[in-house]
């Protein structure tokens, strides 16, 4: 059978339609080249918790399923995550994962025995997603039976036989470390299946697939995700009283959690975003201990709430499931849940705010398992305010051990590129010395406000493109005290506003954006010329042929008859004849039972005009009162009607229209962003997330940045120019973007207005990335904008200006940046 391509534009199309992150729009990319042969291909991806790779589990269906597979399973190794991944396949459900093309029959241990699912089993052109714990397709033993092994009369064989038999069968390990070869069983059970690919997605891929050459083929590392703001910065807090017993522990978890708590509450209310509660999540070795402190937790000094604490595990009932789901809803009364091991994995909730582990916090066990149950954001982005950005983890018994070896728990969140064979999606390397150990990234200490904070080196990609540059990545460490007086710093923060310098103008952004596609068709989509000009055609009556042979018979030479069929004149059917208010009736229902049609009292009005103005083309006189038409003319006028209506219903849904929305920026006030600190004290770095300060002419007193050598060297050379009134670095929550025709979206950098009142839209990148395809996409598309929203008229004179590394090296003056740029003409 033929077997899946990789196609470039569908992966972007899907990219864009499933809103995948960069990392993951890489990895389903990555990953279909690898499997495109289709020869049993073994991958696994290695994506740090909290990237998403629940979307690229989805993504990847979606493209395969594109390519004509319908044989997928999804193999997962509990009942935690067989759940979570079922609510990503229910519509319903707040976990659904949306924009795929393709709404596959999901086939459980629960349904497969049954007539509908063994019918589609059987149906070549369903796409079937089977999801089974990876227990019910191990081996039956004696003591043991599967029913995954037994003939089911349905399918007419077992289930496993016939996923066997199945020639395009791809299976999605999830947690893809847990069938590692020596859990033999799990091992097995997967790989006798003989699939076309066998696709593993994980956080922590197992050392024996490091070790074989090309199986790990696409890395994103917890240092890349927090660098690049997809994750929450983890923060270590610890006391240095030496008080580092159970009930202390928990009594500072609770108490962090509850200024969280209202520190959030008081953002979320003053920014308009919906409450999302903070709770606690404590890790437990043992049954025994995980039962002491959630009796610890319920008492008074705790958490003092009926309800509020959550004991899960693996003897927990359903009900108490059913609140771990349902955790992250506002009316949740849980504010902790205590765990043992359960929740390790597969776990996927974004309000884990603090993090205490009952073990000993070493560098081996401070891993993404646990880490990786805080990572992800409430918001679904970093906000800027550190009680939502951060997860704090309690390390009490064990901070000292951790600041006595930072090298080994950086090296934990940095990337370990030089143990595996495969080739690197993106991300950092360690790199290895001549005797084969791994020399660990750099780091440096600074003390900020009370939080000792050590960094390493990794590439993120830069907001505008997507493309990389260096970055720092913070873990923080802080002791109690300094972490409880920044919460109240930040409660002080979020009560206060920035407001735009005085005198300084709103600037009106004429943002280009794509038209949205109509849910449904509409006989608005068409043209009244166009159907007048089908009427034309419809002024004459016409004729039906009689198609005339004669039979004439001839003898050859030897005697022999031979009848032959010979043309003749045709001549003139007689045709039934139609009345005018027959046909009339017959067109405008032919119109309105279109399947594609929503049938409304607007649309009846649209069909009465469209017809009224097709029989006023074709007759030319009132319609009442012309002579009845003849069957062939009226059967065809129909048929001509319907194909112009249908032909203009897919014309308008497959053009790229375009509106231009008016955005006003920035708004006359907004909430105070986070920590801040001079820009004349950026030294060699941009610390992401951090505010710079100490402008002249920038509309707003507070700047992030993303990059040193771009963007910072034009805001400085901006800031002092005699030629620039004013400039304004460009938010994407702003809303000041150029859609382009493939539905991606360009965030310039800054705007800048000059003495002239030229509204300047400017892009800094560097010179690795300027001549990328996308770079260049988007810079053409942002020229074509200035020159369209000029002509417009109404929002004065916007020009471009597209500035490298290189450009800015050349120039110390904005008249001389327009010069080496060729902005200026």
Known sequence: ???????????????????????????????????????????????????????????????????GVRNILIVTPGRTIQRK??????????????????????????????????????????????????????????????????????????????????????????????????????????????????????????????????????????????????????????????????????????????????TTRDWAERNGRPMVNPVLFVVCQSIEEATESAAILAGPGFIDEPGAVLQITSGSKDDALEALAGIEEPDSPVRAVVSVDMLKEGWDVKNISVIVARRALASQTLTEQILGRGLRLPYG????????????????????????????????????????????????????????????????????????????????????????????????????????????????????????AEGAPPITFPSKRLLEKPDTYSLAFVNSEAVAEKGKVFKHEI???LKRKALNASRGLDGTVTVEAQDQKSAVATQRSWPISKVREDLEERILNLPQLKLTADEVEAAQELVHTFLGAAIEVDAEDSTPWEEARAELALTQLERLVVSSFKQKLATVEHEIVKVTVPPPAQPWPGQTMPQMQMTDKVIRGMGYTGWGSS????????????????????????????????????????????????????????????????????????????????????VSWAKEVTELKQFGTWKYLFATEEHLSQSNSWDTLLTVTGARG
């Open 1 to 67: 059978m033929s077997w899946i391509t990789y196609d470039q534009a569908a992966i972007e199309d899907l990219a864009t339609r499933m809103e995948l992150r960069d990392p993951n729009r890489r990895a389903v990319a990555k990953v279909v080249e690898e499997i495109q042969a289709g020869e049993g291909r073994e991958v696994v991806c290695d994506l740090a918790t909290g990237v998403g790779k629940t979307y690229i589990c989805r993504g990847l269906i979606d493209y395969l399923a594109d390519q």
């Open 85 to 262: 991944t079922l609510a990503n396949f229910d519509p319903g459900h707040p976990k659904f994962v949306p924009g795929a093309d393709h709404e596959p029959i999901v086939i459980t241990p629960e349904n497969y025995a049954g007539g509908r699912v063994g019918d589609a089993m059987r149906d070549p052109d369903v796409l079937k997603v089977f999801i089974f714990n990876v227990q019910l397709l191990t081996k039956p033993t004696i003591k043991t039976s599967r029913s995954t092994y037994e003939t089911d009369e349905f399918i007419g064989t077992a289930l496993y036989d016939h996923l066997r038999s199945v020639e395009d069968l791809v299976i999605i390990a999830d947690e893809h470390h847990v069938y590692r070869s020596d859990a033999k069983k799990f091992h097995e059970a997967v790989r006798d299946l003989k699939p076309r690919a066998l696709v593993g997605l994980t956080a922590t891929p197992d050392e024996t697939d490091r070790k074989v050459p090309g199986r790990v083929v696409f890395q994103y590392s917890l240092a890349e995700a927090i660098a690049d703001q997809l994750v929450k910065i983890p923060v270590i807090v610890y006391r240095e009283d030496g008080h580092n017993d159970v009930r202390t522990q928990l009594a500072d978890a609770c108490h962090l959690r509850k200024v969280k708590e209202e």
């Open 381 to 500: 982005e970093r906000v800027g305010f550190s009680m939502v950005d951060c997860v704090d983890i309690i390390a009490h018994e064990s901070y000292r051990r951790l600041l006595d070896s930072k090298e080994a728990l950086l090296e934990h969140t940095l990337p370990q590129r030089a143990e595996t064979g495969g080739t690197p999606g993106a991300g950092t390397s360690i790199a290895t010395t001549s005797g084969g150990e791994r020399s660990l990234p750099a780091y440096r200490e600074t003390e900020t406000q009370g939080m000792l904070t050590f960094t390493a080196e990794a590439p993120v990609r830069d907001g505008g493109f997507g493309t990389e540059a260096s970055e720092a990545v913070y873990l923080g460490m802080a002791d109690m005290e300094h972490r409880l007086a920044e919460a109240g710093v930040e409660k002080e923060k979020a009560q206060q506003v920035m407001k735009p």
């Open 543 to 545: 004729e039906v042929e």
């Open 699 to 782: 509309i707003l007193p507070v700047v992030h940045f993303d990059a040193l050598s771009t963007e910072v060297k034009l805001a400085r050379l901006m800031d002092v120019s005699p030629k620039v009134e004013w400039w304004l670095r460009l938010e994407s929550q702003s809303g000041t973007f150029i859609q382009l025709d493939n539905g991606a979206r360009y965030f310039p950098d800054f705007i800048a207005i000059d003495k002239d009142g030229v509204h300047w839209l400017v892009e800094g990148k560097s010179n690795a990335e300027s001549s990328s395809e996308s770079v260049l996409a988007k810079k053409a598309a942002a």
